[in-house]
């Protein structure tokens, strides 16, 4: 073990060695453990942007139009090459080198190897195993901050990290904005902890070092401001600029719940919607646009009772955090590095300042989350807890060697079984059998639709699924899904998504599948979609099963 520590030691300030440390995690992770997406938006992400409704659109809505550019770009060269994944990867694996690199380099002991490797372990499973968009957002943003805050706190010029800083950050931007602002405000954090070590770093120069500091961040968001008003710019058509307000009203409703049905009743009937359109609209199907508009879906967000923020909303935030905070393995990580600061870190006025200070930030960062009815959600929570654990570890300077090879390995092999709680479900040996054959009766299902030119097929929610038929690795056929329109989600509604119904001349799916010879239905709940039908459109209208393709069922709505 002391050939281990001397290697370790001789080796771990180098860009070389935290270089091979994350690319020794990244194969570990991808041979043991199985890939995927976390959510089905990034599946919508790359339906617009790839290629599968029959164009390249770069409105991605949550990305940024300039990365959606560089990817219609890359799509139109090779259409095989899984772009959007991979350029996700690219970035996730130079924001961990970014922070390992930093963090080696400010920790002086060999010892502090172990506790970087572990911290990398939690991290790296929710960058690469369980990829997500807004996910990737904060991670990469992080790794571009700590670049920055690097640099800083240096006491000559470092040029390249300070290029590579403002480029990683400002990409975080544009994978998501809210995100990006989010770990800026986070990284504040160690801003106060730069401003407590100012007269060490730049002594006699204070003024100056703070100066260039606060104008480089001030940089940064400049130009994020301006990437985003490029993008908020390329929105500017009707078509657009309708969805957008559509989108929105949606998302008050699906995401932050529906005025109670049996309660507004009254109310609900006067904006035309009964019981079954309620069910419907709840259950994520909202395409019929004579019925579903952005004046009802108004209507229906000026129902809900706005939330008081008294007594009774704290302690439901205070238990909801207690409960949910401590499921989260990237929770149980900042718990361990604050545990070893605690024991072994660096004390002063100045860092319990700094803790208390990122202490408040994030509780008041989760009080609005709370307050706004979406908290708690692991692809946000990621980037919150993963700043945290860098301001920790930024106080640190030193850590007392407490423990050298034998203990760092088995501090990592302890980590590695407790995380097993949560991520034994993604193990490669127990999932991919599984997942490939699923992949595989949905690819055929959807094969099979593609042939059949002649029809536009609508899908229900829970139906067919392009999400559930490529994984991150697989390239997505050129116009596979440009006779398939879904009836609900986010992508619903966009003007490359109606382009699919305006090929088959339809403006309305649900009154203008009636007795359209051309237009197929597949629904898992056929008897609710038929009520909604026969109160708003024909009392008269029947439902036939026309086909079977693989485990669902085709129907044609005939008068």
Not at 165 to 178: H, N, V
Not at 372 to 389: E, K, M, Q, S
Not at 484 to 500: D, E, F, H, I, K
Request: proline share 2%; hydrophobic share 45%; with cysteine.
């Amino acid at each position: 073990m002391k050939k281990l520590d001397s290697f370790i030691l001789t080796h771990k300030n180098k860009l070389g060695f935290s270089v091979a440390l994350n690319i020794l995690v990244f194969v570990f992770y991808m041979l043991i453990f199985y890939p995927v997406y976390e959510t089905n938006d990034d599946g919508g992400l790359l339906a617009l942007v790839s290629g599968i409704k029959g164009v390249h659109d770069p409105h991605m809505v949550y990305i940024n139009t300039v990365l959606g550019h560089f990817f219609a770009f890359l799509y139109g060269l090779n259409q095989s090459v899984p772009w959007y994944a991979l350029m996700q990867y690219i970035l996730l694996f130079c924001s961990f080198t970014a922070i390992t690199y930093v963090l080696l380099n400010r920790l002086e002991p060999a010892a502090s190897v172990w506790l970087v490797m572990s911290f990398l372990l939690f991290f790296a499973y929710e960058g690469y195993i369980k990829i997500q968009y807004t996910k990737s957002a904060g991670i990469i943003t992080a790794g571009g901050l700590t670049l920055l805050f690097y640099v800083f706190f240096q006491q000559k010029r470092r040029i390249v990290p300070y290029i590579l800083g403002f480029i990683l950050a400002l990409t975080g931007s544009m994978y998501r904005i809210s995100q990006f602002l989010c770990e800026l405000g986070l990284f504040t954090g160690v801003g106060i902890y730069f401003l407590v070590c100012l007269k060490t770093i730049a002594p006699d120069k204070e003024r100056k070092q703070l100066l260039k500091c606060i104008g480089s961040f001030l940089i940064l968001l400049l130009v994020a401001a301006g990437f985003w008003a490029v993008d908020k710019s390329a929105y500017q058509t009707e078509e657009w600029d309708y969805y957008l307000d559509y989108n929105s009203a949606r998302v008050e409703l699906l995401d932050y719940g529906f005025p109670n049905y049996s309660e507004n009743k009254d109310a609900y009937l006067e904006l035309g919607l009964d019981a079954s359109a309620y069910k419907l609209f709840k259950g994520w199907t909202h395409s019929d646009s004579e019925k579903i508009t952005v004046d009802v879906m108004q209507g229906l967000i000026g129902l809900k009772t706005p939330k008081a923020f008294d007594v009774s909303l704290m302690k439901g935030f205070l238990k909801s955090m207690v409960k949910g905070l401590f499921k989260k393995p990237v929770f149980w990580c900042f718990l361990l590095v604050l545990g070893f600061w605690m024991i072994c870190g660096k004390h002063s006025a100045g860092t319990f300042c700094t803790l208390i200070y990122e202490g408040a930030f994030i509780g008041g960062l989760y009080l609005f989350l709370y307050y706004r009815g979406r908290y708690l959600l692991n692809r946000v929570d990621v980037g919150i807890w993963l700043a945290a654990v860098i301001v920790v570890f930024w106080m640190f300077d030193r850590i007392k060697p407490i423990f050298g090879g034998a203990a760092g390995i088995f501090l990592l092999s302890f980590v590695l079984l407790l995380t097993q709680y949560k991520w034994h479900d993604n193990w490669r040996i127990s999932k991919e059998a599984d997942a490939v054959k699923s992949k595989l009766a949905m690819w055929e299902v959807i094969e099979t639709i593609d042939a059949d030119d002649s029809h536009l097929y609508l899908t229900k929610n829970g139906t067919i699924s392009f999400f559930k038929a490529y994984g991150i690795f697989d390239s997505v056929p050129f116009g596979i899904g440009d006779n398939l329109y879904s009836l609900g989600g986010w992508t619903a509604q966009t003007p490359t998504y109606m382009g699919v119904l305006e090929r088959y001349h339809v403006t309305n799916p649900f009154r203008d599948m009636i007795g359209n010879d051309s237009v197929y239905l597949v629904d898992n709940n056929i008897d609710l979609t038929m009520e909604y039908i026969h109160t708003w459109y024909d009392a008269d209208a029947v439902a036939v099963q026309v086909d079977t393709i693989g485990k669902f069922k085709i129907y044609q709505i005939k008068k």
